[in-house]
Structure formats: structure tokens, C-alpha cells
């Protein structure tokens, strides 16, 4: 009996430690994702923070280039994520294209490649700045707020688990009950058959008995008439005897 306790003990243990790894790594990844989104929107904010009119001192960008830019739609350093250059069909000449947040290419008309270069160059050092001041860690509030989902989770887990036991325990209970109310209807139905039987094999023996004395009556009657019929013949006569069984006198 303290074997299966023990051992029902260490499957249980064993489970709720399954359970602790699992949802560990589900912390672990739920704290990666706040902390990305984190990141994802300070540098989102740095970015949109440095505005084009900041690249008045860049070389080869001025204030033509710049309302140039603005009338295009790129007011920060948010609203272009690369550079790239092609040629143009017409002279082959180098043109540079920006790269929009939703992938689009615009080209600007009279930004070359130097000046985009210099742009391309600026917004790769507000990234910089903005991903070495971009958090590391997550606030102690949400952490611990991640945390507390983590222990509910777990709770609430262990919580099933007990239910869904107490529940197959009375499951369990329930059909053990009707195996022994069916065990005990087929032993009264048992005792019922052997009962019946045996009464009916003393009623057999019984009418045997009285059939067995009804043929030995019938014998011993049927040897008495025998022998007083001879030994009436023997008294009357064959003629005599023979007239009175034909006319009764």
C-alpha cells in the first residue's frame, strides 16, 4: 500500500515539474516578446523623434533638399528604412530609391546618390543611438505582472488536474458500485436457479417415489386378483366358473 502511495506521490511530483518547465519556457518567451515590443517601439519613437530638418549640416543636404524630401513624405527617420540604388533605364545613370516602412520604393526627384547616401548614413546613427538606449530588461511591474500569469497558469492547471482525478475517482466509484450490485443480483439469481433446481429434483424424486409405489400397488393388486381368480376356478369348476364370468351368476 505505501508503494503505490510512494509511487503515486513521484508521478504526480514529476507531472507538476513538467508543468513548472513547460510554463517557465512560456514565461521566458512571453518576457522575449514584451521585451522586443519594448524595443521595437523605443527605437520606433527615437526614429520618428529625428526629424529631416536635423540633416540641414549633413554634407551635400540643403535646405532645397530637404522641402524636397518633406513634399515627398519623408519628414523623419522613420519614414524610410533603407537606401538602394539602381539605374535608370533612360541614361543608365546611379538613382537612389528609399525604402518605405510598408516596402514600397520612392524615388525622390533631385536627391542623388551623394545626398542619399548621407540620409542613408544618418538614419543607420539614430538607430545606433536608439538601440543602445533601448531597454534590456522589462519593468519590475510587468515582469512581475508576467509572472503572477505564470503561477496563475500553473495554479490553475494543478486545479484541473485535482478535478479531473476527483472526478475519474467517482467515475471509478460509480462503476465498481455497479459491478458489485451486478455481481450480487447474478449470485441471488444464482441462489434462485440452485433453489428452484433443488425443488425440482425432490418433486422428481417424490413423484418417482409415488409412481414406483402406485406400480408396486398395481402389482400386488393385480397378483391378488390373479391368484383369487384361480382360486375361484378352482372352487367352481372350469364350466361353473366359466358361466359365471360370461352371465355374472
Do not use: C
Not at 503515486?8 to 519556457?25: G, N, P, S
Not at 530637404?66 to 539602381?86: E, H, K
Not at 534590456?136 to 503561477?151: E, I, K, M
Not at 425443488?199 to 414406483?212: I, T, W
Amino acid at each position: 500500500m505505501q508503494a503505490r502511495i510512494d509511487a503515486k506521490l513521484d508521478r504526480r511530483t514529476a507531472q507538476v515539474a513538467r508543468w513548472k518547465a513547460e510554463l517557465r519556457a512560456r514565461e521566458e518567451k512571453l518576457v522575449g516578446e514584451a521585451l522586443d515590443r519594448m524595443v521595437r517601439a523605443h527605437l520606433d519613437a527615437e526614429l520618428r523623434r529625428a526629424s529631416i530638418l536635423d540633416t540641414h549640416d549633413l554634407p551635400d543636404i540643403g535646405a532645397r533638399t530637404i522641402v524636397t524630401l518633406l513634399d515627398a513624405g519623408v519628414r523623419t527617420s522613420a519614414d524610410f528604412t533603407a537606401v538602394v540604388f539602381g539605374r535608370d533605364r533612360t541614361d543608365g545613370s546611379r538613382v537612389a530609391t528609399f525604402v518605405r516602412p510598408n516596402g514600397l520604393h520612392l524615388r525622390v526627384p533631385g536627391v542623388g546618390e551623394a545626398q542619399a547616401t548621407a540620409l542613408a548614413d544618418w538614419r543607420a546613427a539614430v538607430e545606433r543611438r536608439a538601440r543602445s538606449s533601448a531597454p534590456t530588461a522589462l519593468p519590475p511591474q510587468r515582469l512581475a505582472q508576467v509572472r503572477a500569469g505564470t503561477v496563475a497558469r500553473l495554479a490553475r492547471r494543478i486545479d484541473r488536474s485535482e478535478r479531473a482525478q476527483d472526478w475519474a475517482r467517482w467515475d471509478m466509484d460509480r462503476l465498481r458500485g455497479r459491478a458489485a450490485d451486478e455481481r450480487r443480483s447474478i449470485t441471488a439469481e444464482r441462489r434462485r436457479h440452485r433453489t428452484e433446481s433443488r425443488r425440482e429434483r425432490a418433486g422428481l424424486v417424490q413423484r418417482q417415489k409415488q409412481l414406483a409405489g402406485a406400480e408396486a400397488e398395481w402389482l400386488r393388486v393385480s397378483g391378488e386378483l390373479t391368484a383369487a381368480k384361480a382360486e375361484s376356478r378352482r372352487a367352481l369348476g372350469v364350466r361353473t366358473y366359466l358361466r359365471f364370468v360370461v352371465t355374472g351368476r
